[in-house]
């Protein structure tokens, strides 16, 4: 094996749609070592387990991480339990609820599960950082925090913007930084990976590592996906996301939702699709692809093409999909924005109030209907004994039952 043409085929896997890499000689270097004592690289992935899903947002990374594995690295997977209870705030404008220890338990559970969709379990080490942090004494933490200073804290954009909008920054979220930058020093990680949003972290992180007399980490950031609102980047709290182990039919849904603009930036980042032959494609059937692409890989070849069949067969022929979700309502009226919002159809009630004002909803009679879907108007109405079909937007089907 020629080690150095080792070393740049690898260095092209690393830097295949990397946005920050910090620094290309450490790295390089990093690789070298590794290849000659045939020694795996440590790369290192923390998520705080905020929410119980993980979401297609998060895969950009996992799946680079994957790619990694198959040069033979080792990812360490960082559940972050302890860091969990403070919230990381790269990017927020507002305060992070504090989650209780059941709630961060709870969602820790499927985490694991969920990843190892993607990464090679039997190169994955999976650590929860409360194991070191939950024997640290108040002195060996306050050491830790001396170990910055708060000028170089509030580098941060997000921190100096918060504070000169007056907008509240806790002590807590203050030293997030410096309590996920110390899982790098306790795994001695060679690169870590992150979103861009996550870029002052992991300097932190390589920071640390020399306070601790350890080589300092390369570190490597990735694009924010986009979310199926098209503004903001993927986020549960948001409602804009795609999780992974949704129903292959939500799933396949969603991303039909996904704006033509943003349909290349998913096929880029989510899959392994030569993205100069989709520019060839019409934008239909390279969301058809896109959708069964995702579908078959986290959940079933068979439910790929299941659910594209029954996507073009009620969109493209017209006709109503043979399964509808199924809303009960309270009484002989119906509040149109709260059962669209709590059947989640919508990402939220303004866009509920939207649609209704745009004359996007419409209902049909029951399923056998060959009448045209009557356009409504009004927030509540009335609904039969027999209960009837709406039909939100274009794509959207919702069975109303009394």
Same mark, same amino acid.
């Given at each position: 094996m020629n080690i150095y043409k080792e070393i740049a085929r690898q260095l092209e896997v690393i830097k295949e749609n990397t946005v920050d890499l910090?620094?290309?000689?450490?790295?390089?270097?990093?690789?070298?070592?590794?290849?000659?004592k045939n020694t795996p690289l440590k790369l290192k992935i923390g998520f705080d387990p905020t929410a119980r899903d993980i979401h297609l947002g998060h895969t950009v990374l996992l799946r680079k991480l994957r790619k990694l594995q198959a040069e033979g690295h080792w990812v360490y997977l960082i559940i972050g339990d302890f860091t969990a209870k403070i919230g990381d705030p790269s990017g927020r404008t507002i305060l992070r609820p504090i989650?209780?220890?059941?709630?961060?338990?709870?969602?820790?559970?499927?985490?694991?599960? +969920?990843?190892? /969709?993607?990464?090679?379990? =039997?190169?994955?080490? %999976?650590i929860y950082n409360s194991v070191w942090y939950k024997d640290k004494t108040l002195a060996e933490f306050l050491s830790l925090l001396s170990s910055y200073t708060v000028a170089r804290i509030l580098e941060r954009d997000d921190f100096s913007q918060r504070i000169k909008h007056g907008q509240p920054l806790t002590i807590l979220e203050l030293i997030y930084p410096l309590i996920q930058g110390y899982d790098s020093v306790m795994v001695a990680s060679d690169i870590e990976f992150g979103g861009t949003d996550q870029k002052f972290n992991l300097i932190v992180g390589r920071h640390l590592q020399q306070i601790f007399g350890q080589l300092p980490q390369g570190v490597i950031t990735m694009p924010l996906l986009i979310g199926l609102d098209g503004k903001n980047k993927m986020s549960?709290?948001?409602?804009?996301?795609?999780?992974?182990? +949704?129903?292959? /039919?939500?799933?396949?849904? =969603?991303?039909?939702? %996904?704006?033509?603009?943003?349909?290349?930036?998913?096929?880029?980042?989510?899959?392994?699709?030569?993205c100069s032959s989709i520019d060839k494609m019409h934008p239909k059937e390279a969301k058809l692809l896109l959708a069964q692409g995702l579908v078959s890989f986290y959940h079933s070849k068979v439910a790929g093409k299941k659910e594209k069949e029954e996507f073009e067969r009620v969109f493209s022929e017209k006709k109503i999909p043979k399964k509808l979700p199924i809303y009960k309502a309270e009484g002989t009226t119906l509040d149109l924005i709260e059962a669209l919002h709590q059947a989640k159809l919508?990402?939220?009630?303004?866009?509920?109030?939207?649609?209704?004002?745009?004359?996007?909803?419409?209902?049909?009679?029951?399923?056998?209907?060959?009448?045209?879907?009557?356009?409504?108007?009004?927030?509540?109405i009335k609904i039969s004994s027999q209960g009837i079909i709406l039909k939100v937007g274009k794509k959207k089907f919702l069975k109303i039952t009394p």
């Open positions: 910090i620094s290309l000689k450490e790295i390089t270097a990093k690789l070298e070592n590794s290849l000659q989650l209780s220890e059941e709630e961060i338990k709870d969602n820790a559970s499927t985490y694991v599960e +969920q990843a190892f /969709k993607i990464l090679d379990k =039997k190169k994955t080490k %999976v549960k709290s948001l409602g804009n996301y795609v999780g992974i182990t +949704q129903k292959p /039919k939500d799933m396949f849904g =969603k991303i039909m939702s %996904v704006s033509d603009e943003l349909m290349r930036e998913y096929f880029r980042l989510l899959t392994d699709y030569d919508v990402f939220s009630k303004n866009e509920a109030r939207r649609l209704l004002s745009q004359g996007a909803i419409s209902f049909l009679s029951s399923l056998n209907s060959s009448q045209a879907p009557t356009v409504l108007k009004e927030q509540v």
